[in-house]
Every structure is written in structure tokens, then in C-alpha cells.
């Protein structure tokens, strides 16, 4: 008797049953099938370029303005960039012998000013596979750690390990600072974590055919790797590059020769040196000449001041003020803030000079014992008072944090 060869039905329990070379299915089956099939397509990111969907540049950065307050050189750079990798993903071979190259870009700023906030929130905006990667973790092939190759392999698991999509995708190399040479001399040992990891990342970020390990950590000689080609794949780095003020600085105060150079110098920033920033500074700050040549746009993000951090409170649409309002009305109470709190976390911001990261530090030290206590309170309005602040600060231990 014929039956379902997937749920073992006979033809008499079901409405329809097909046949097929060597067996059978029923219509039950198939509409399961069916099912499961439209349920893994919802799943998976559809990464179909839609080139009446691509946005400009100002529409890129109207986006960025929603998350981020400020840093509008960098914001500008970044839109040109991304608009630019779409352009070069659907030009068009006319026979000209023009083709596009990508700009690879290295994002300079102090701890806490965004660098890793603007790659998340653009990431949001994306239809290309985006990967956040952290340099901190590589090391020189055969050593512990992570090959380089394992930023390849982020960028496949974004792209459910659709190889096409993950060859036109863009990679975040955060904390690339921290893999820059540590002398000018070479030594004798090898620098496992440093040059032999920039020398590593020259292949992937000019553009070559990269064996890639599909799950990631360490290649051996028996695992099965994924080919990926990483020539229509956008690098972006960023970096602290904690020191290469004082670089900057004495580069520009070596042209300090007489009267009219005297009043050049006036009219330099003291208070953002990183605006002056020239390969010169990178390459003495520790990256090879190489990885320099290789990302050719240098932008950087501004330091915060006040206002810019008064804003950041309370302005952009996940602002640190409005998560913890949020926070307290999920138990159904009504949170609020005294103006001169947010005044007095901002001057503590900048006293412990931690960037946008010293505000959210500042928030949990003085909200921690709220959080604790009042979900199993009756009390369903609380304001946070500057004496309240205040008290709380002065008991934890961030009153130790001050930096000289």
C-alpha cells in the first residue's frame, strides 16, 4: 500500500499523496515544508542591494544625528564612504576601463567620543553584512589568540555564510591603536601582537583571496576553509591612539622659526590637537607605512565638552536618561530628574575625564540603590535630587577616579 515516506500516512488518511521515483509525500507534509521553509526566509537577512533604496550621504548622516550628538566631520566621512562602497557594489562595466577603488577608513579619537558608537548605530542602516571586530584579541599567525583571518569570519556569521554578501560587506577594526609597533627598533623576539599583526591585516585590507576558518580560532591543516575575496570589502579602524597628542605637538611646534611662524602657531587648537593629525603622527606612533597607505582617508572625532555632553544626556533617541526613565516605568513608576543632577554628572564627567562612558558610570553609581529598592517599593514618583547625587558619589569609590 502506497504511503507518506516523510510521516508514514497511508493514501486513505490524507486528501492528496504524490508519488514520486522511489517514494512518496502528502499534502500534509508539504504544507509543513512549506511552512518551514517561509519561517527560515523571515529568519535570514536579505542583503539584495536595492539601489532605489540606497540612501545619500545627507540622509546617512540625518540617520547618525539621531543616536549621536556632534562629531560632524566624522559622521560626513563615514555617509561618503558607506554611499560610496554601494556605488562601487552596482557600477556598472561600460567598457572604459575605469574601475572604482575603495577607501578604506581610520577613525582617530580619544576614549569615549563615539568611534565605536557611530559604527553601531550605522550598522543599523546598513543592507550590506557589517561586522564589529576588536584588534585587541589578534596575534601573529601560530601564536594564542586570533588569527587575522577571524575578522573574516565575523563578517560570514553576519551574513548567515552567504559568501556573495560577505565579499560586499564592511568591517569595524576597533582598538587598531593597540597593535601598532612598540619601538622603533626591531628586536630580536617577535612582536606577536603588534607588526606581525599589521603585516597580516595588509592582505585582507588592499584586497586579496583570504582562506577563512567558517567557525574561527585557530587554522589547522585538515579543517575545511571558506575562500573569501576582499576586494569589494570596506575596512573601517578606529583608534584612541592614547599619546599621539604630544607627536602631533611637537611636529607643529619644530615650524615655530621666526616672527610670522610665531603667529601660525597661535592659532592652533591646543585643546584638539588630533584635528592636525598627518600620517606622519601615525607612523610614528607605531603603524607601518603600509597599513597607512592602505586606509587613505584619516578623519577624527572631536573631545566632548560640556554641552556636548549635556546633550547626550538627555537628545539623542537612546539617551542615557531616557533608558533609565524607561527602565522605571517597565515596574510602572514615574522617574525624573532635577536639571542640576544632569549638571552636576556632567562636571563629574569631565573631572574624571572618561568621555561619553564616564556618563553612564556616573548614572549607575548614583541610581544603583534606587534600582534596588524601589521595584519592591509602593512608590510610584521619585526625582532625583542634587543632594541625593551628591551623597552617592561621595560614598563610592568614583570619588577616587580623578585624573590629574
Excluded at 159 to 176: H, P, R
Excluded at 184 to 209: A, C, F, H, M, W
Amino acid at each position: 500500500m502506497d504511503k507518506c515516506s516523510f510521516c508514514g500516512r497511508t493514501k486513505k488518511d490524507v486528501k492528496l499523496l504524490i508519488g514520486g521515483i522511489s517514494g512518496h509525500i502528502c499534502d500534509i507534509c508539504i504544507e509543513q515544508a512549506h511552512s518551514i521553509l517561509l519561517e527560515d526566509g523571515r529568519n535570514r537577512k536579505s542583503f539584495t542591494l536595492n539601489e532605489s533604496k540606497i540612501l545619500k550621504p545627507i540622509e546617512i548622516k540625518e540617520f547618525l544625528d539621531k543616536y549621536i550628538i556632534g562629531q560632524d566631520e566624522a559622521k560626513k566621512t563615514l555617509a561618503v564612504a558607506v554611499y560610496n562602497h554601494y556605488k562601487r557594489l552596482s557600477q556598472v562595466d561600460v567598457g572604459d576601463d575605469v574601475e572604482i577603488e575603495k577607501s578604506n577608513i581610520l577613525l582617530v579619537g580619544e576614549t569615549g567620543t563615539g568611534k565605536t558608537l557611530l559604527a553601531r548605530t550605522i550598522a543599523r542602516l546598513l543592507q550590506v553584512p557589517f561586522a564589529i571586530v576588536d584588534a585587541t584579541v589578534l596575534t601573529e599567525a601560530g601564536y594564542v589568540g586570533e588569527d587575522v583571518e577571524s575578522l573574516l569570519t565575523r563578517l560570514l556569521q553576519a551574513a548567515d555564510y552567504d559568501l556573495a554578501a560577505a565579499e560586499k560587506g564592511i568591517v569595524f577594526i576597533d582598538e587598531i591603536d593597540k597593535i601598532a609597533r612598540k619601538g622603533d627598533n626591531p628586536s630580536i623576539t617577535r612582536d606577536v601582537s603588534g607588526e606581525g599583526v599589521q603585516q597580516g591585516l595588509l592582505k585582507l585590507l588592499e584586497g586579496s583571496v583570504v582562506n577563512v576558518p567558517p567557525q574561527g580560532g585557530r587554522k589547522h591543516p585538515e579543517q575545511k576553509m571558506i575562500p573569501v575575496d576582499t576586494k569589494n570589502i570596506l575596512f573601517i579602524a578606529g583608534g584612541a591612539f592614547e599619546g599621539i597628542n604630544k607627536r602631533i605637538a611637537q611636529r607643529l611646534n619644530t615650524k615655530v622659526v621666526g616672527y610670522g611662524a610665531s603667529k601660525d602657531a597661535e592659532q592652533i587648537d591646543k585643546e584638539n590637537f588630533l584635528q592636525y593629525i598627518s600620517p606622519m603622527d601615525l607612523r610614528s606612533f607605531g603603524l607601518i607605512p603600509e597599513i597607512i597607505g592602505r586606509m587613505p582617508v584619516v578623519t577624527h572625532l572631536n573631545p566632548l565638552d560640556r554641552t556636548t555632553l549635556r546633550n547626550i544626556l538627555t537628545e539623542p533617541k537612546n539617551a542615557i536618561i531616557k533608558q533609565y526613565i524607561k527602565l522605571f516605568k517597565m515596574d510602572d513608576i514615574n522617574l525624573g530628574f532635577a536639571d542640576d543632577v544632569l549638571e552636576y554628572i556632567v562636571d563629574k564627567a569631565i573631572e574624571f575625564k572618561l568621555g561619553a562612558r564616564g556618563l553612564r558610570s556616573i548614572c549607575e553609581t548614583i541610581m544603583r540603590d534606587v534600582m534596588f529598592d524601589n521595584p519592591s517599593k509602593k512608590e510610584k514618583d521619585i526625582i532625583i535630587t542634587l543632594e541625593f547625587a551628591k551623597t552617592k558619589i561621595e560614598k563610592s569609590e568614583m570619588k577616587h577616579l580623578k585624573i590629574a
